[in-house]
């Protein structure tokens, strides 16, 4: 019908990004509440969603990326201008005042991005920002992506060891399970837990929140407890909290032996907006088996391992160090298919019956994941960053 706002999907251009904002079989929900569906063509082909297949479902297809982001009204993405790297001023220059966008915006660690979309006068929702609370876990991207991360992570661990995961008895002897050690136990952690547990494997975890040791231990692995002071080591909405570098300083002496005992060490542990702590230092990496391997969560935040190198798999004192930064756009399919799912359940709060958005301040997931407004940084915590920086 006339004046319906125009939703545009749009092919991701960050090289290695293979998911896609939303699948086709999310585009009926989407008309539903009264939005046209304009798909870039070839925007979720990488991810296994053809351009028919969006077709079916009652989506146009645009001519190009440029057409599809100049006529939508409401622009869907994986990696707005903001999570876009050096692609990110390109996205954003094409996008007009008016517009809104939703998708992973990174306003934690690049407040400069949201700054220039609100000049613009552009409306950003960032994915990254839903709260942790139970009326919004249908909506966390994080959460879903997360756990991805944390089962690609023990594949890509147990590939690159040189040993098997699982104790077999075989005529030939036993071989022993290979000990797996995993630090952090969010949502990538806890799946990482259950996928190593699944191929065989004899399981440790640590985490700085005490009150994950019940979780751990459901899922068949060992509870690592350490002699350290840890109230208040959970932020609100569940993540942990950072702590002073005297505190991750003893906790790596006390962990130094654990990692040095593990064949496969998986580090989790991100704080929003920040620098990824220190968790294995070179000590402790050259104190490890050699053969052993490493894979490390946080290379996006500089990472956990002291020797990290973002995308990169280095081997030092012949252990393997792996620092990806992105796995779940290396399993495009499923991975599309649960961001889509977040990104369609937000839209469902945010746009009421008449196909236009709502800015209720007053409710919880709004007004967190909104980023910017009416030519201005709404967000508290994006102005407190962007008001640090020096002028």
């Given at each position: 019908m006339a004046g319906e706002m125009i939703a545009g999907i749009l092919k991701e251009t960050l090289p290695g990004e293979r998911r896609v904002a939303v699948v086709p079989a999310n585009v009926p929900a989407l008309k539903k509440l009264g939005l046209e569906v304009l798909v870039e063509p070839g925007a979720g082909a990488d991810a296994g969603f053809p351009d028919a297949d969006y077709v079916k479902q009652g989506a146009t297809l645009g001519t190009s990326h440029?057409?599809?982001?100049?006529?939508?009204?409401?622009?869907?993405?994986?990696?707005?201008?903001?999570?876009?790297?050096?692609?990110g001023p390109d996205d954003a220059a094409l996008m007009r005042s008016g517009q809104v966008i939703v998708g992973l915006a990174d306003p934690l660690g690049t407040p400069d991005?949201?700054?220039?979309?609100?000049?613009?006068?552009?409306?950003?929702?960032?994915?990254?920002?839903?709260?942790?609370?139970?009326?919004?876990?249908?909506?966390?991207?994080?959460?879903?992506?997360?756990?991805?991360?944390?089962?690609?992570?023990?594949?890509?661990?147990?590939?690159?060891?040189?040993?098997?995961?699982?104790?077999?008895?075989?005529?030939?002897?036993?071989?022993?399970?290979?000990?797996?050690?995993?630090?952090?136990?969010?949502?990538?952690?806890?799946?990482?837990?259950?996928?190593?547990?699944?191929?065989?494997?004899?399981?440790?975890?640590?985490?700085?929140?005490?009150?994950?040791?019940?979780?751990?231990?459901?899922?068949?692995?060992?509870?690592?407890?350490?002699?350290l002071e840890t109230t208040g080591a959970e932020a609100s909405g569940g993540y942990a909290k950072a702590q002073d570098e005297s505190f991750y300083k003893r906790q790596r002496e006390l962990l130094t032996q654990v990692v040095g005992a593990s064949d496969l060490v998986i580090t989790t542990a991100a704080v929003p907006g920040k620098r990824s702590p220190i968790l294995v230092t070179a000590e402790m990496v050259q104190a490890m088996a050699p053969g052993s391997v490493i894979v490390d969560l946080a290379a996006e935040r500089g990472g956990n391992c002291e020797l990290t190198k973002a995308d990169e798999t280095i081997v030092v004192h012949g252990v393997t160090i792996m620092g990806p930064t992105n796995l779940p756009a290396t399993v495009p399919y499923h991975a599309s298919q649960m961001f889509s799912r977040n990104v369609v359940t937000l839209l469902q709060h945010l746009i009421n019956k008449d196909g236009q958005f709502t800015f209720d301040l007053n409710d919880e997931i709004t007004r967190d994941t909104l980023v910017s407004r009416n030519g201005e940084v709404t967000n508290p915590r994006v102005k407190d960053l962007l008001a640090q920086q020096p002028a």
């Open positions: 440029t057409d599809v982001a100049l006529k939508a009204d409401l622009l869907l993405q994986v990696r707005t201008p903001g999570a876009n790297g050096a692609h991005a949201a700054a220039v979309l609100a000049d613009k006068g552009i409306t950003v929702f960032a994915l990254e920002l839903v709260p942790r609370i139970t009326r919004a876990q249908s909506m966390d991207v994080l959460s879903s992506q997360a756990t991805i991360a944390g089962y690609k992570a023990v594949l890509l661990g147990a590939n690159a060891l040189p040993r098997m995961c699982p104790m077999m008895m075989t005529a030939a002897g036993t071989l022993a399970p290979a000990k797996v050690f995993i630090m952090g136990a969010g949502v990538a952690g806890l799946q990482a837990i259950a996928s190593a547990r699944r191929l065989g494997a004899k399981v440790e975890a640590y985490d700085v929140r005490p009150a994950v040791k019940e979780q751990i231990q459901s899922l068949g692995a060992k509870f690592v407890e350490l002699p």
